[in-house]
Every structure is written in C-alpha cells, then in structure tokens.
C-alpha cells in the first residue's frame, strides 16, 4: 500500500538548534500535512500546504510542498523543549484516505 | 462540540472480553477514520467511512475487529475477543469529504486500550 517515508526516524537536538525533516512518497499529493503528537495525544495539525513549491510558516515552524508534489520538508527553528515530541507528515488521497508518515521522534536536550 | 471527541479515554480490558470504542467527528465531517498506534509505533490505518459510500475496511486486521457508523455522526469500533496485541492507543480522524479542495483531518484524543 501506500507509504510515506520520513526521514530521519529520530533526533536528538540541543535546544536552541534547528530542526529539518523530511517526507518523501512514490505518487503524487495535492495537499500535504505536518501533524505533532505529544505523548499521550491525538495528532495536532501543525501545517498544510495546498500548492507545489509553496513555502508556509506557522511560527518558528516552515514547511514547504515540493515542486514534483512528491515531497515536504519541515524545518523548526530555534528548538524549544516543548518541541518534544512525534512529528508526522501526510496527505490526501482524492477518493481514498489520508496516508500518513512513519514519524520523525524529536528529542530535545535542555 | 469543537472537535473529534473519543470515548473511553481509557480502556482496560480481560483478555477475550469485547470492548467498544465511540468516535464523535466534528460536525458537518463527512470523512471518518479509525487509526491505531502501537506503543512508539506510526499510526496504522484500520477503516475509512466516506458519507454514503461503503467503508474501506482494508485496514481492519482481522475479523474480530469491526466499525459501525450511523449517517455522518457517531461511529464505534468494536473489538471482540480482545488479545493482548490489541493493546495500544485508537485514534480517530474526520475530515471533509476528500476530493473537496484543502481537505484536512482533525483526530480526536485517542482510547488506549490495555487488554490484561
């Protein structure tokens, strides 16, 4: 089935740093999502991208849709302890579901 | 109410007891989904309901496992029999109806289930 690859698996940062991660699928998406889980939560949309090539920013948080629709990239500036936590990418399927990421762990040292 | 609401929050079960999960989609959600993530593991897609259409169901890892949901509101998933390898959390999603333009999913808090 479908799968979207994330990479890395996991970080382990020093807090202050920046933070790049990735997602990577064989077909094409018209939407991309960046979801956070805190431990013990639901999923938290952080992020959507609608368009390819577009670049979005929700705070110290800059996601951007790849020009072949095949990709998304997350990158966090300035990491902060709360930071912590599952980041997932995802997307539409029209007529389908949502595939979701395998997951980025996001460890941040104080 | 405001969003995805899941109940019980928590769950704890004897093996080979049914139990039954309850999903409330955000209002006017036409798209509802049933996700279960395994302790430290990615989120495992279970079923998908689409409005009127039949539910994909190709997630379902077995036939003890099943999922109902009546129009476009409430939805269960059941579990009967209950194993220790279902212990995890269940997540659910809605969503508008997919094709519709910027489609997003909202999950709701999630039932962890713990079958002892």
């Known amino acids: 089935g479908q799968q979207l690859n994330q990479s890395p698996q996991s970080m382990f940062i020093q807090e202050g740093e920046d933070v790049s991660m990735n997602c990577t699928s064989s077909s094409i998406f018209n939407t991309w999502l960046w979801y956070k889980q805190d431990p013990g939560e639901g999923p938290v949309l952080l992020i959507a991208?609608?368009?390819?090539?577009e670049l979005t920013s929700n705070g110290r948080l800059t996601a951007q849709f790849g020009i072949t629709r095949k990709d998304s990239f997350l990158n966090i500036s300035a990491s902060i302890p709360s930071d912590v936590g599952i980041y997932f990418c995802a997307g539409p399927r029209t007529g389908n579901q949502f595939y979701f990421g395998t997951g980025t762990s996001l460890t941040v040292i104080p | 109410g405001a969003g995805v609401s899941q109940s019980p929050s928590n769950k704890v079960t004897e093996k080979g007891k049914d139990v039954e999960l309850r999903c409330d989609p955000i209002s006017g959600h036409t798209a509802l989904y049933w996700y279960r993530q395994r302790l430290g593991q990615g989120l495992e897609f279970l079923i998908y309901f689409q409005g009127n259409s039949a539910p994909d169901k190709s997630g379902l890892p077995s036939d003890r496992f099943s999922a109902e949901r009546t129009g476009e509101s409430v939805s269960t998933l059941t579990i009967q029999r209950t194993q220790q390898e279902d212990s995890a959390v269940y997540l659910c999603?809605?969503?508008?109806?997919?094709?519709?333009?910027?489609?997003?999913?909202?999950f709701g808090q999630g039932t962890r289930l713990t079958v002892v």
């Open positions: 991208l609608y368009k390819a090539g």
């Open positions: 999603a809605s969503s508008y109806l997919l094709g519709r333009p910027n489609t997003e999913a909202f």
